[in-house]
T-cell receptor, first 115, second 113 residues
Framework: GAGVSQSPRYKVAKRGQDVALRCDPI?????LFWYQQALGQGPEFLTY????????KSGLPSDRFFAERPEGSVSTLKIQRTQQEDSAVYLC?????????????FGEGSWLTVV | DAKTTQPNSMESNEEEPVHLPCNHS???????IHWYRQLPSQGPEYVIH???SNVNNRMASLAIAEDRKSSTLILHRATLRDAAVYYC??????????????FGKGTHLIIQP
């Protein structure tokens, strides 16, 4: 596809359940970002990949959050033992190269509700 | 990234120009001014960016103050589809490695028909 694709679009999880959110970046894009957006707030940075290397995971809120991009394309954000405060939109974004200042393209997000 | 300050919300009428202000008094010489917007139920999208000179593209214009401590995003003729949250973001292009975006709360733009 032409843009960043995320799935599932909507997910309802019971508290304590594990979830996996998938991101297909724009083909050929080197950089991949994950953001978390709570209701009424701006997106907050979670983690950054350059190809398959996770170069920055400073924004991951706890060790229950784990992200991977094993072949440098598709990425998965996994949340273990979900809690209600994990309810948010999870946005994936990609950009063409590793350089600073490249335009960043966002997907539509995965809406997670933990009940 | 240096901090930006934007009004929480603004309201405008359809087919009229809209001026969205952003203050960034602590901007450094290597900071570029970027604007992204987020339509309802969508991810953010790039609008425009600039360093010192005013910039125009098909979506909007960016007017940058001479001292660079403030800027204004201008939508020349707002439509209902421009209703969104607009984020003003500073990006430091010095140094190596890709930079993520640091979002504030942005300005919620309401367009009245």
């Amino acid at each position: 596809g032409a843009g960043v694709s995320q799935s599932p679009r909507y997910k309802v999880a019971k508290r304590g359940q594990d979830v996996a959110l998938r991101c297909d970046p724009i083909s050929g894009h080197v950089s991949l970002f994950w953001y978390q957006q709570a209701l009424g707030q701006g997106p907050e940075f979670l983690t950054y990949f350059q190809n398959e290397a996770q170069l920055d995971k400073s924004g991951l809120p706890s060790d229950r959050f784990f992200a991977e991009r094993p072949e440098g394309s598709v990425s998965t954000l996994k949340i273990q033992r979900t809690q209600q405060e994990d309810s948010a939109v999870y946005l994936c974004a990609s950009s063409p190269g590793p350089a600073r200042g490249n335009t960043i393209y966002f997907g539509e997000g995965s809406w997670l509700t933990v009940v | 990234d240096a901090k930006t300050t934007q009004p929480n919300s603004m309201e405008s009428n359809e087919e009229e120009p809209v001026h969205l202000p952003c203050n960034h008094s602590t901007i450094s010489g290597t900071d570029y001014i970027h604007w992204y917007r987020q339509l309802p139920s969508q991810g953010p999208e790039y609008v425009i960016h600039g360093l010192t000179s005013n910039v125009n593209n098909r979506m909007a214009s960016l007017a940058i103050a001479e001292d660079r401590k403030s800027s204004t995003l201008i939508l020349h003729r707002a439509t209902l589809r421009d209703a969104a949250v607009y984020y003003c973001i500073l990006r430091d292009l010095s140094g190596g490695g890709a930079d993520g975006l640091t979002f504030g709360k942005g300005t919620h733009l309401i367009i009245q028909p």
